[in-house]
Each structure stands twice: as structure tokens, then as C-alpha cells.
């Protein structure tokens, strides 16, 4: 499985990957695949973008942990992926917005699943 943003999207598609968005709204242009379970909760990505905790990040992983990553099952967020992906979760790439430098959740979730055991990378 990899990580990637939407300004790529062609790439992967030409690579035969299979993107799967994973944030809280995609881009209106966007009718791919999406994974609602895996974004952000709107209350603290605002407080995070422009609220009184604006670019803190460690207040974004505290909360993305508890509010997201905490309450999902992990062998069904892979089951459900494995679904939308017809079974290639080798070829699935989860996207949202942000370059791979650049803070993400999609990192923060990428860590998840290798925590897990599954290997999860930005591709390259």
C-alpha cells in the first residue's frame, strides 16, 4: 500500500495504482474511490488550520489518534480497502492534499498500518 496527493493522481493511474482519497472532502473534480474513516474530524482540522491551535501539530496528531485511529478496528479498515480495491491492497495508493514533505495525516496513517504490519509508503 502507498500514500500520495491528488496533484499526482495521473501518475498513479498510469502506474496502475489504485487511488483511494482519504480525506474529508475531496477535490470537486475528484470522482475517484474514496475512505471517509481515515479523515480528519472537521472540529479539530479547523481549530488546527485556523483556530486558536493554527499549525500545531502535535494538538493535530493528539486528536487525529484519539477521534480517528482509536476507533477504528484495524483488520476491517483493511478489509474494507481489500473491497474497494477488488482484493489488490498492493496496489492501493490513499491520497489527499499535501506534497510528501509536507505535514499530513495520510503520514500519520501511514504509520498506522505499519504499526499493524503492513507496509505503507509515499510513493515515489
Not at 5 to 27: D, H, N, Q, V, W
Not at 40 to 64: M, R
Not at 81 to 107: M, Q, T, W
Request: net charge neutral; hydrophobic share 30%.
Amino acid at each position: 500500500m502507498y500514500t500520495g496527493y491528488f496533484a499526482k493522481l495521473k501518475t498513479y493511474e498510469e502506474k496502475g495504482l489504485i487511488p483511494i482519497s482519504i480525506c474529508g472532502k475531496a477535490p470537486d473534480w475528484y470522482n475517484g474511490l474514496q475512505y471517509k474513516d481515515l479523515a480528519p474530524k472537521w472540529a479539530f482540522f479547523k481549530e488546527w488550520k485556523n483556530g486558536s491551535h493554527k499549525g500545531d501539530n502535535e494538538y493535530y496528531i493528539e486528536h487525529f489518534q484519539k477521534e480517528v485511529l482509536d476507533t477504528l478496528d484495524y483488520n476491517s479498515v483493511l478489509n474494507q480497502l481489500a473491497r474497494r480495491s477488488n482484493g489488490k491492497l498492493d496496489s492501493v495508493i490513499l491520497i489527499c492534499y499535501e506534497k510528501p514533505g509536507d505535514f499530513c495525516h495520510r503520514h500519520l496513517v501511514a504509520d498506522w498500518f505499519i504499526k499493524n504490519g503492513t507496509e505503507c509508503k509515499e510513493y515515489v
